[in-house]
């Protein structure tokens, strides 16, 4: 469960902007109450609006960053690079880390994570667990630039063997993905929330391999049809074809480095070869259309299915950037509220997305503490508010037509154009 995330220094982010998913006291639907001893609700969604190149996909683009850099920074060797780009407009934060920071609900335990880094090294790591409600610190490092090492704080709370894990963390390393990497059992649940926990989707580009994971299962399967044909979807049947992964099929163009990370993953295991769906006829025949051949809107719902249904399930956080994109409105109205309703939604999953679809941007979807804003300032740095810094009237009050109309802000202002004859 995710409680708020945090991020300073981040390509169109300059100053600190935080996504909190913690409700306001005078909204009650479309959230839950944890149980854990601090006696705080949380929103099942919330939905980002803004312009164009408002910054919406970059903080979208900062907590997959911080996801990967947990997952992953402890394959990094001495010496290389970290992918992350500071705000770059204005001098001073050009040359200063990035931060980020994560305050979420791991196994009954909330937890309180962040660093802060360049492109070369870890500036600062630290974690705080609330297991009781009182913070402990179970660690913190800051680097010394003098002894060109990090010093290291490690809270009686934190076992293990934590010299060992300290050692061995690299400066462009995370101390938490080079600890769980040498078996911290403790660390697990923290380690764990960003590798299964949080998934992180850019909608131009979703993989259908959740649903056909479901698709391979009878039982699975009809609950895959089900979702699909809830949307007025008409698929009687889908039919999953699958091959031995073959590494002569990679082209030839692809970069040495990532076909070998592909042969690594993939050599020995089936991959899908084609996907098809099945549509019965008036008379009753059944006729096979190659999942290409279906509308664009098909194609991305039926990625969706195995996401949505597995987020349900699981209790995961689901973090989808333009979730509209070759939608209906009526559908993400659909997607949207399986979230809210209990029944659907049993485990209190989270979802978390942005958009430009304004149908939705009513109170009888959202309450007004899940809808937040995106703007540029006039140092073109990327501004992130809530709808209830306006103070709407529950209920009563017509936000998509106030957004349209730039009561609060998030809209491109569209200028004058013209062509002379002469062009």
Wanted: net charge negative; with cysteine; charged share 25%.
């Amino acid at each position: 469960m995710l409680i708020e995330f945090t991020v300073k220094n981040y390509r169109s982010i300059k100053d600190e902007q935080t996504l909190s998913l913690v409700k306001t006291k005078d909204e009650e639907q479309n959230g839950f109450t944890p149980d854990i001893p601090q006696n705080i609700a949380l929103s099942s969604s919330a939905v980002i609006y803004g312009a164009n190149a408002a910054g919406k996909s970059n903080l979208i683009d900062a907590l997959a960053f911080m996801d990967n850099m947990v997952r992953n920074s402890q394959k990094k060797q001495q010496g290389d690079n970290i992918s992350v780009t500071p705000f770059l407009f204005d001098e001073q934060t050009a040359n200063e880390p990035s931060e980020f920071e994560v305050v979420f609900i791991s196994e009954g335990v909330k937890f309180q994570y962040g660093f802060s880094l360049d492109k070369e090294k870890v500036f600062e790591e630290w974690l705080i667990a609330y297991p009781k409600g009182r913070p402990q610190e179970w660690f913190s490092r800051v680097y010394d630039d003098k002894t060109k090492k990090s010093k290291y704080k490690f809270g009686t709370h934190l076992t293990g063997l934590k010299q060992v894990w300290k050692s061995a963390t690299r400066n462009n390393a995370l101390f938490l993905s080079t600890a769980i990497q040498l078996n911290s059992e403790q660390l697990k649940p923290v380690f764990n929330w960003f590798q299964s926990k949080i998934y992180i989707i850019d909608s131009s580009n979703i993989s259908p391999r959740f649903t056909v994971k479901h698709c391979v299962s009878g039982i699975n399967k009809d609950l895959v049809l089900q979702f699909l044909q809830s949307a007025n979807i008409d698929i009687h049947d889908i039919k999953i074809k699958k091959e031995q992964f073959d590494p002569s099929l990679l082209p030839n163009e692809m970069p040495n480095s990532i076909k070998e990370s592909i042969i690594e993953e993939l050599t020995g295991q089936e991959v899908i070869k084609e996907i098809k769906a099945v549509h019965k006829t008036k008379n009753g025949n059944l006729v096979d259309l190659n999942m290409q051949e279906e509308s664009d809107g098909t194609q991305k719902f039926f990625a969706l299915s195995g996401l949505w249904l597995d987020a349900l399930k699981n209790g995961d956080v689901l973090v989808i950037d333009e979730l509209h994109n070759s939608l209906h409105p009526k559908l993400v109205k659909h997607l949207v509220e399986l979230f809210h309703n209990k029944k659907t939604n049993p485990n209190n999953a989270q979802l978390i997305f942005t958009t430009h679809d304004t149908s939705i941007l009513n109170q009888d979807v959202f309450t007004r503490d899940q809808i937040w804003f995106c703007e540029k300032d006039e140092s073109q740095a990327t501004v992130l508010y809530p709808l209830t810094d306006f103070s709407p009237r529950k209920g009563r009050e017509n936000l998509e037509q106030r957004y349209m109309s730039g009561r609060y802000g998030g809209i491109p202002f569209i200028k004058e154009f013209q062509i002379s004859k002469e062009a």
